[in-house]
């Protein structure tokens, strides 16, 4: 592959952080580097949150979902346009998901749909224990909608912003800030990395507090190994927290260049029938990936059609996340909404979008792409 969807993008600063890391001898799970990010992710966050660094965003959910109360049966209701990362804690706690389509003038959660649901649910004594709902591709889910949800019914919400780190919302709250918990995660193909690794993000004190003690086995004070209840092995160790460091200096200009990637595809791409995702007024999406949907039925042209091209000259692009309602292991899982997801899935593209693309490699798939879409128009 010459040309990536998201690689990993060293910021140079890395190396020293690390090696003050070796330096100390906390090569181990825990550490200042770790308190450092933890620290420096608060603050970027905007504070009057906390940061608990974690060895993935999976595990930073299955924690949340664990301090909302869900076990055995209890039903979570999340995106169902969503990485399979953000719907197997759901699985690993035994509940039960139901999946919910997105809106089309944001391509995150439809608030309408949920609500709706939320109120029959309530009134038949069955209300889920938590709702999960994505931010996807780097933009925030409608926050305040969702919030006003979540405390009418007094449900637990837990954002799922593994993908929309430096993004915000419309009243100004940087993604990952919202809800009761929010994680993020510092996969390789985030927007930034850690090497892999994960954050739980919440504003109860209580809430990290307990991640902590489950995220490193759930010692109980005592000389001799106590315990009560069980946990994990889940804590972000300090050399990958002290990538992490090197990372958060170029934040904002990782955010800034993938915005700057969207907008050049946008300018270049945009033709009846393609269509990128939106972002409502006020929001500030990071563009993590530069997704669109490309109407065959205008454009003579499928998204199939356009990734295949594009692997020939070895491009790496991918479909949108096709949605938990339609994968084998979810077939007769309950879901609701009108099949936005199930089109954008069809139609749905993200191209390579990664802030180490030179503006050559971008005008190289911008050609590719505008040249098959007009042959055909
Ligand atoms: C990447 C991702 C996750 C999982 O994060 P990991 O760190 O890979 O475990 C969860 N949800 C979404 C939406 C993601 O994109």
């Known amino acids: 592959m010459r040309i990536w969807l998201s690689r990993p993008h060293m910021s140079g600063y890395e190396e020293a952080r690390v090696a003050e890391a070796f330096a100390s001898n906390f090569v181990a799970p825990l550490g200042p580097q770790l308190d450092e990010f933890e620290d420096t992710v608060t603050e970027y966050l905007g504070g009057g949150v906390h940061c608990v660094g974690l060895s993935s965003g999976s595990a930073a959910l299955h924690l949340a979902l664990r301090l909302a109360g869900v076990g055995q049966g ?37 608030v309408d749909v949920l609500a709706e649901q939320l109120d029959i649910a309530a009134s038949e004594g069955r209300l889920p ?72 993000v919440t504003r109860h004190k209580a809430w990290a507090d307990e991640a902590r003690f489950l995220a490193t086995q759930a010692r109980d004070p005592a000389p001799h190994y106590e315990h009560s209840t069980f946990g994990y092995n889940y804590r972000l160790s300090n050399i990958c927290a002290a990538i992490g460091l090197g990372q958060m200096e170029v934040l904002n200009e990782r955010v800034e260049r993938r915005r700057e990637i969207f907008g050049r595809y946008r300018e270049a791409l945009s033709r009846p029938g393609v269509s990128f995702m939106p972002e409502p007024d006020g929001w500030r999406s990071t563009r993590w990936l530069t997704a669109l949907a490309i109407d065959a039925a205008l454009t003579d042209v499928s998204r199939e059609d356009i990734r295949l091209m594009l692997l020939e000259h070895e491009i790496e692009a991918r479909p949108l996340w096709k949605p938990m309602h339609m994968q084998p292991l979810y077939s007769g899982t309950p879901y609701y909404g009108s099949g936005v997801d199930e089109r954008l899935f069809e139609q749905g593209l993200c191209l390579p979008s990664g802030s180490d693309m030179t503006n050559e490699q971008q005008d190289e798939v911008i050609e590719r792409v505008a040249t098959l879409l007009d042959s055909r128009i």
């Open 74 to 110: 209890d039903e979570v209701w999340v995106s169902s346009m969503t990485f399979a990362g953000g719907i197997f804690p759901v699985n690993y706690l035994r509940a039960q998901p139901r999946f919910f389509d997105l809106d089309p003038t944001s391509w995150t959660i439809d």
């Open 129 to 200: 224990k938590a709702i999960v709902p994505t931010d996807l591709y780097g933009q925030s889910v409608d926050l305040a909608a969702l919030e006003r949800c979540a405390a009418n019914y007094d449900v637990r919400l837990i954002v799922d912003s593994a993908e929309s780190l430096g993004a915000s919302y419309k009243d100004g709250r940087m993604a990952g800030t919202g809800g009761d918990a929010a994680i993020l995660s510092f996969n390789g193909n985030k927007i930034i990395t850690t090497s892999g690794g994960g954050m739980l």
